[in-house]
């Protein structure tokens, strides 16, 4: 996967005014900017397990999405089907071999500094999954949105299974309606 995109976040607070607005914002600069440079071809990868509620995010966010009906959009990562430590090289591996033009979108949770959590970032660049529970895994993404679910400690895998869901599903939430709504507003054009 070509990760040489500059590195770069925007920090958007769901709990501050017009999150949603500020997420469409921004997502859609970098679809008109990436997606004609992919063939208009992305793949949404979200990233976590249902089995900590500070990692759910990217399932949840699978979850909304996973009846987008665009033939160019792939979606990996859902509730039922999630894309977690265990099986993320592997499915790297098959989005490489069958989508190798494609703008990849990767979507996580992570912990960060006490006065972020509440805060998605979005920008250009890779994520490293589990890196906060000092997991060795494969970058992943052309563009990365995560959201900061609690802040970062020595003992980040009982945060994690402590995090407030409802600060998870306002999270989900906004980065699930601005990527439907970004998507249609691209591919109606």
Request: aromatic share 8%.
């Amino acid at each position: 996967m070509d990760l040489d995109y500059k590195r770069s976040s925007t920090y958007i607070n769901v709990n501050e005014e017009n999150p949603l607005s500020l997420f469409c914002k921004h997502f859609s600069s970098y679809l008109s900017l990436y997606l004609p440079l992919h063939h208009n071809e992305l793949v949404i990868v979200c990233i976590g397990t249902d089995r900590a509620t500070g990692d759910s995010l990217g399932p949840l966010v699978g979850y909304k999405l996973k009846e987008l009906s665009y033939e160019q959009v792939t979606l990996y990562g859902t509730l039922n089907d999630p894309v977690h430590a265990k099986n993320l090289e592997e499915t790297l591996k098959t989005i490489i071999k069958d989508h190798p033009r494609a703008l990849v979108v990767a979507i996580d949770a992570c912990l960060g500094a006490a006065e972020n959590v509440g805060c998605l970032t979005l920008g250009e660049g890779s994520i490293k999954p589990g890196a906060g529970v000092k997991k060795d895994l494969p970058p992943i993404g052309h563009i990365h949105i995560t959201g900061i679910v609690n802040f970062s400690s020595l003992m980040n895998m009982v945060i994690l299974q402590n995090t407030r869901l409802s600060l998870v599903m306002k999270m989900a939430d906004t980065i699930a309606s601005g990527i439907k709504y970004c998507l249609w507003r691209y591919y109606q054009d």
